[in-house]
């Protein structure tokens, strides 16, 4: 059984121990493992929070094996690297005595969270993407709507050229998962006058669409979709959620969004449907394996929008992320519950 980020009753024993080992840590400062460029940009305002920390900073000529921290920040740039992380999440996984990790991020569903969950090691997020994702999602979709591609290549042959576009007031699009990106999403969707389904496991009442279904409506829901929008973590029951039958119910010439994760989408399956125009256009910045490799025939399919991962890359959301992490920080000192603490599902969830 894999366990979550929750507390964990102990035996008196180990409960004495844990009480003795953190008397140790709060004397000497925590150890916390980050990158080059989160130590540079923000340990200034980690040692406002908390004066007796102690940086281990990923990749430096001080790293080696055996070496420890009491906690480990993956912040956005992480991510960023040529190997899209990989390095770093190696180093992470092998620290000693690591207690809680916190990701800018909104999910832990990566291998090395998993790893680190089965540790015992807690886990937390941020949620301070959402704005930053759905203007991305708003913007793939409307370019694909008003078909500005046609505008790109009319200008690049000098060529005055007018074609007629969708209005946003006369779609309908499909939300998958309704947490803080799905429902930014609906939002601004339903500020351009478009009608909004949403799919979410436990709806609240709350969310802003003009209709909410359950899972087991999702296949019900999408040939109504103009534009089908993937918000939803990575889990086993959405692992190639969008396969050759979810993608023969998309209405012909609609669009499809991914602002979540690769494993959501049979890629071959997709390609396979692009080319029948179900769906029109396929606007990606999540894949299967990243970096995409150049083999992959995405990247030269007509009819897939290819970005690296970067709907999350406002200008103000590392900052953001920041301020997230440096709240929690405080609280974990006074060993007070954490903002965004998660529970992963247990292994056998996914058998």
Request: aromatic letters at 2%.
């Given at each position: 059984m894999l366990l979550g980020a929750k507390h964990v009753l102990m035996a008196p024993r180990a409960e004495l121990a844990a009480s003795r080992a953190w008397c140790k840590l709060t004397s000497m400062g925590p150890r916390i493992f980050l990158s080059q460029m989160a130590y540079e940009r923000h340990w200034t305002d980690v040692e406002s929070v908390a004066p007796t920390a102690r940086a281990v900073v990923a990749g430096t000529a001080s790293w080696g094996n055996g070496r420890g921290a009491d906690l480990a920040w993956v912040t956005f740039d992480v991510w960023s690297t040529a190997d899209g992380g990989e390095q770093w999440f190696?180093?992470?996984?092998?620290?000693?005595?690591?207690?809680?990790?916190?990701t800018s991020g909104a999910g832990v569903d990566a291998a090395p969270y998993r790893v680190l969950g089965e540790r015992g090691v807690r886990l937390s997020t941020s949620h301070v993407t959402a704005d930053a994702v759905a203007d991305f999602?708003?913007?793939?979709?409307l370019d694909a709507l008003q078909g500005a591609g046609d505008w790109r290549e009319a200008q690049a042959e000098r060529a005055w050229r007018r074609h007629e576009f969708t209005e946003m007031f006369d779609t309908t699009w499909l939300v998958v998962g309704l947490g803080a990106i799905g429902q930014a999403v609906s939002r601004r969707a339903k500020a351009f006058g478009a009608r909004?389904?949403?799919?979410?496991?436990?709806?609240?009442?709350?969310?802003?669409?003009?209709?909410?279904?359950?899972?087991?409506?999702?296949?019900?829901?999408?040939?109504?979709?103009?534009?089908?929008?993937?918000a939803a973590p990575a889990t086993p029951d959405t692992r190639a959620l969008v396969d050759a039958g979810f993608l023969a119910t998309m209405k012909r010439g609609s669009i499809l969004v991914n602002v979540a994760r690769g494993a959501l989408v049979d890629e071959a399956a997709l390609i396979a449907a692009l080319d029948l125009g179900r769906p029109a256009v396929a606007i990606l910045d999540a894949f299967v394996e990243e970096p995409l490799p150049p083999s992959s025939p995405l990247w030269g399919h007509e009819r897939v929008v290819i970005t690296p991962h970067n709907a999350a890359s406002g200008r103000r959301t590392a900052d953001s992320a920041a301020r997230v992490f440096l709240a929690n920080l405080e609280r974990w000192q006074r060993r007070a519950p954490l903002e965004g603490e998660v529970v992963l599902e247990p292994l056998e969830a996914s058998t």
């Open positions: 190696a180093e992470l996984v092998r620290l000693e005595g690591l207690q809680w990790c916190h999602a708003l913007r793939g979709a909004v389904i949403g799919c979410r496991r436990s709806p609240d009442g709350a969310e802003p669409c003009d209709l909410v279904v359950l899972p087991s409506g999702l296949a019900a829901a999408v040939p109504e979709a103009d534009v089908v929008v993937l």
